[in-house]
């Protein structure tokens, strides 16, 4: 069973940063694609970004130019760099973890007020 363990969020104003992280368990992180989801209340969760064991990356179109996935695989770790925050930005995100099937992290609030 692999746990994912997030950290970083936060309250920023708009137009700030805040760094994502997500520590992974066990010894499948290297060749497991990881994802960044989001949801909003009232609405469902959403792929924000994610990255495969290869370094391949996908953003949605909301964020693109604003967020960077990255992941440090001596580390086990991935994290999600978001510069340029808006209050549609506001959300729980969560880690995922893909390698056959899904891990989820617990979810970390972000913030952003206008």
């Known amino acids: 069973q692999v746990q994912l363990v997030e950290s970083g969020g936060g309250l920023v104003q708009t137009g700030g940063s805040l760094r994502l992280s997500c520590e992974a368990s066990?010894?499948?992180?290297?060749?497991?694609?990881m994802g960044w989801y989001r949801q909003a209340p009232g609405k469902q969760r959403e792929l924000v970004a994610s990255?495969?064991?290869?370094?391949?990356?996908t953003y949605t179109d909301s964020v693109k130019g604003r967020f960077t996935i990255s992941r440090d695989n001596a580390k086990n770790t991935v994290y999600l760099q978001m510069n340029s925050l808006k209050p549609e930005d506001t959300a729980v995100y969560y880690c995922?973890?893909?390698?056959?099937?899904?891990?989820w992290g617990q979810g970390t609030q972000v913030t952003v007020s206008s």
């Open positions: 990255i495969t064991s290869g370094g391949s990356t």
């Open positions: 995922n973890l893909r390698i056959g099937m899904d891990s």
């Open positions: 066990g010894s499948v992180f290297n060749i497991a694609r």
